[in-house]
């Protein structure tokens, strides 16, 4: 069956632009995770929905990222005011059922910003 | 917090070679413990998980146990392929559902 999808696979952005990631998750799974993953590094935690509701977003580096998931399915994550620092690879994933379940990644999101 | 560390990579292997990749955790409580890959060009992909203390899981010839003694729960393969080139990330999802990821190991075998 399908995947996790994300779109764009690649975006570059001038320093100060807005930018705006696509997350679909897998069809009826529950919960939804972000992750940003810089180069030679593991994912790190950003955010994490059940359904429609932001349960915890501890990992958001600053009041510049937002995420949101208005019906429960699609999700998008927003960085306003990008900075270079923000260039890494933006990794979305699914869960059938609360966060203790395995997730499943899509292909990510590289970011680069100049 | 919790916390995976594991082998630093990348990791070079001849065809049929036996691989490890070690991974140790700090962690409160009983974290369930995993292993994904990621091959060139593709997402994370769930490579085999272990849920408690003794348990092995398995998958496509590979093989890791978890070790509370230790805090381990090191990769293994007895032959390596070269379809197995790939990136490997250990992880761990601890009581507060907070899922941690180690740096990542290249592993590159060749024919």
């Known amino acids: 069956g399908a995947g996790v999808s994300q779109s764009p696979r690649y975006k570059v952005a001038k320093r ?6 696509r997350c679909d998750p897998i069809s009826g799974h529950v919960s939804l995770f972000w992750y940003q993953q810089a180069l030679g590094q ?16 501890s990992g958001l580096p600053s009041d510049r990222f937002f995420a949101e998931r208005p019906e429960g399915s699609v999700s998008t994550l927003k960085i306003q ?20 379940y395995e997730q499943y990644f899509g292909p990510g999101t590289r970011l680069t910003v100049t | 917090g919790n916390s995976v560390t594991q082998m630093e990579g990348p990791v070079t292997l001849s065809e049929e070679a036996f691989l490890t990749i070690n991974c140790t955790y700090t962690a409160t409580g009983y974290p369930s413990l995993f292993w994904y890959v990621q091959y060139p060009g593709e997402g994370l992909q769930l490579l085999l998980k272990a849920t408690k203390a003794d348990d092995k899981g398995s998958n496509k010839g590979f093989e ?5 003694e230790t805090t381990s729960f090191h990769l293994e393969k007895g032959s390596v392929q070269v379809s197995d ?26 024919p």
Do not use: I
């Open chain 2, 85 to 110: 080139s790939a990136v490997y990330f250990c992880a761990l999802n601890g009581n507060n559902n907070d899922m941690r990821f180690g740096a990542g190991t290249r592993l590159t075998v060749k």
């Open chain 1, 16 to 21: 100060g632009q807005d930018v705006a990631l």
């Open chain 2, 64 to 68: 890791a146990t978890y070790r509370k």
């Open chain 1, 81 to 100: 005011r990008t900075q270079q620092e923000d260039s890494a690879v933006y990794l979305c994933a699914s869960s059938p059922r609360d966060r203790s």
């Open chain 1, 42 to 57: 593991g994912p790190e935690f950003l955010t994490y929905f059940q359904n429609e509701a932001q349960l915890d977003k």
